[in-house]
């Protein structure tokens, strides 16, 4: 039989304090009124890991570098655009320091060398002792050191990235991370990148020529490479290879910085009770923390049977005292988190920023999810919410929203982040304050111009949905054929096993055999479409400029979005003006408009029922006398 490979587990140790100090309550101080957020917030982290996992060899690795690392002196603007922490995060990083101390931990820092690199290094040097290596992070920079056996696992959202996982995550091979981030950039380190070249450009061009060395190596034959606007990326390969070859010496971690790393340095050392305690009270940590940690060094068994008063009484008091869940702290194997303790570490990754998150409220209006306003620090946000089922759908409509985001003339709310936390998933996306008079033709003209923004094929790289029904958008170089399997085809079915007249389905059948004589003298173009853009998704703001929201994206011919803005009213006649005065509509939209629409009325029978399908027979029997 096979030996179990040892496993090593590295922590990323500041993402963890700092997720701490801005989603735990600031009043939360010690015996002389000083603040202890991050340190309490830190000392329940650590708890449930160690609980969770009890490991044998661990490194607890703190990030002191933020202005002395190597990098700034390669490129002094490095960071510059993060904030010195706080006065008061600095001390409780001094005071979480003392707490790993007294909990046995192993823990490791340097003025020169980052978290990453001293992680790196931990990680290449037990890897050789036969470790399997664990990194506790989020930090996607971390990917790069996974190796066969090794992962990054995001031990707040409970997300797991094993090696063979990190292409579908970031799009890209570990070993391709660094040179992927130096493409990109990194708005978060300050590092610049290449301009005009995004996630899914640099993932191509990795995809095609394996490194960023062999990519400058064969720059001659970008242009060829079938990548879309190829000629344009190789000029902006040639134009900005110095700020690639830069970014590339900061996205990379340094696995060497002259540290010798030995099993011993990251055993776990054997805690003494009193002493532990000692330095809970010295640090004015809660009797409960105290206790909490004793049980998890000490394994106390937790009792899987009835859970007496007592128990269920410290329980709720926790559970009020820190603002999240601790179920995991009874049964042993659960890890919950707070959903908005999650919401504000994700908004933090993804804007740089560090801010409490400070007031909510409910938003009305919609039937698929539900929706809230948050402060941010200064900065308010729209959230929408749903089960954890529905994940991807949000990271459809986020990818959507990049997506229209094309079109300047309209003002798309900009997303920000989306994700999963125990039974729910969200969205985050920049807060519009919406109920302005604005002009229609605006927002005709504007439509316009996102239609004006096409590709070669019809659909999208990926399915979304319409309402919440699966929308598949399987690329496609027919239209007629796209709409056809995709759209009524998908919609019929649908409709058929949801008890619909079979008449509606056999006279859909009929149609679909003879639409196609509706595009004889007619050849649409890809143009980006919102998909879904009745009265309801659009408006204006309080400064008066057209938006548009909750997309079902795809590429299609652009009639389609047009018909949907007839079929339940809410444009006005000068929208309509605007836009044919920026793209005159084909004399034979009259009838297609039907046919675009039908797609809808189906939808919303298979959503809600009713009378739709009696409308939707009506439908099909109008185009069906069009076509003889």
């Known amino acids: 039989m096979a030996r179990t490979r040892r496993r090593v587990y590295l922590i990323d140790a500041s ?41 044998a060899h661990v490194a607890v690795v703190f990030d002191e570098s933020l202005t002395t690392s190597f990098r700034n002196d390669i490129y002094p603007a490095y960071k510059a655009n993060r904030e010195t922490p706080p006065e008061d995060l600095k001390q409780q990083f001094v005071w979480c320091r003392r707490l790993i101390e007294s ?28 470790f399997g290596v664990v990194i506790l992070s989020a930090d996607k920079d971390l990917a790069q050191l996974v190796e066969a ?13 094993r090696h063979a996982d990190i292409k579908k995550w970031l799009g890209v091979e570990a070993h391709q991370v660094a040179d992927w981030l130096a493409l990109t950039g990194d708005t978060v380190d300050n590092i610049p990148g290449i301009p005009g070249i995004g996630a899914k450009t640099a993932a191509a061009l990795l995809e095609a020529f394996g490194s960023l060395d062999q990519l400058y190596a064969n720059l001659d034959a970008v242009a060829g490479s079938g990548l879309r606007g190829a000629a344009r990326v190789q000029k902006l390969l040639e134009m900005h290879e110095d700020k690639a070859r830069l970014a590339r010496r900061l996205t990379g971690i340094t696995v060497d910085p002259g540290i010798q790393v030995g099993i011993r340095d990251v055993q776990r050392r054997k805690v003494n009770d009193n002493e532990l305690t000692a330095v809970c009270k010295e640090l004015g940590l809660g009797r409960m923390t105290q206790q909490r940690l004793l049980r998890v060094i000490n394994r106390y068994p937790v009792s ?27 049964y042993g194997n659960i890890h919950m988190m707070s959903l908005w303790n999650t919401i504000a570490a994700d908004i933090a990754a993804a804007t740089g920023t560090q801010a409490k998150l400070r007031q909510r409220g409910s938003v009305g209006g919609g039937c698929i999810n539900q929706a809230q306003r948050i402060d941010y620090g200064d900065t308010r946000y729209f959230v929408k919410l749903n089960t954890a089922t529905r994940v991807d759908m949000f990271a459809a409509e986020f990818e959507g929203l ?14 920000v982040c989306y994700g999963a936390d125990g039974d729910s998933a969200y969205i985050v996306m920049e807060n519009l304050e919406l109920g302005g008079h604005g002009d229609p033709a605006a927002l005709g003209e504007g439509l316009a111009g996102l239609h004006r923004v096409t590709q070669s094929q019809f659909g999208w790289h990926r399915d979304n949905t319409i309402g919440s029904t699966l929308q598949v958008n399987t690329l496609s170089d027919d239209w007629v054929g796209f709409y056809r399997e995709y759209r009524l085809q998908f919609q019929f079915a649908l409709a058929a096993r ?67 803005t007839e079929l339940f009213g809410g444009f006005g006649r000068n929208f309509y003006t605007a836009y044919n005065n920026a793209w005159p509509i084909d004399p034979g939209y009259k009838i297609r408009k039907t046919l675009y629409n039908l797609y809808h009325i189906l939808n919303h029978f298979n959503l809600f029922g009713g009378s739709y399908a009696s409308q939707a027979e009506d439908m099909v029997e109008s185009l069906l006398s069009e076509l003889g």
């Open 15 to 55: 993402i963890y304090i700092f997720r701490a100090y801005f989603s735990v309550p600031d009043d939360v101080t010690n015996a002389a009124g000083e603040p202890i957020n991050a340190l309490h917030g830190f000392a329940g982290f650590l708890a449930g890991f160690l609980q969770e996992v009890n490991p």
């Open 103 to 130: 909990l046995g931990l192993p823990g490791f820092s340097s003025d020169r060398f980052e978290a990453d690199d001293l992680i790196g290094t931990l990680a290449a040097q037990l890897r050789n002792k036969g």
């Open 149 to 161: 056996g090794d992962m990054v696992w995001d031990y707040v959202r409970n997300r797991k990235h």
């Open 304 to 330: 899987h049977g009835k859970i007496s008063v007592s128990r269920l009484c410290v329980f709720v008091r926790e559970w009020i005292f820190t603002g999240r869940c601790v179920l995991c702290h009874l």
């Open 402 to 415: 990049q997506a229209l985001r094309q079109c300047a003339a309209l003002h798309i709310p900009k997303p």
């Open 498 to 564: 949801h008890g619909c007249p079979g008449s509606l389905v056999s006279q859909g059948e009929r149609l679909m055999d003879d639409f196609h004589i509706l595009f004889d003298s007619y050849t649409p173009e890809a143009s980006l479409l919102h998909g879904d853009l009745w009265s309801g998704n659009h408006a204006y703001t309080s400064d008066g400029e057209p938006t548009i929201f909750d997309p079902a994206v795809y590429y299609g011919d652009h009639e389609a979005d047009l018909a949907m």
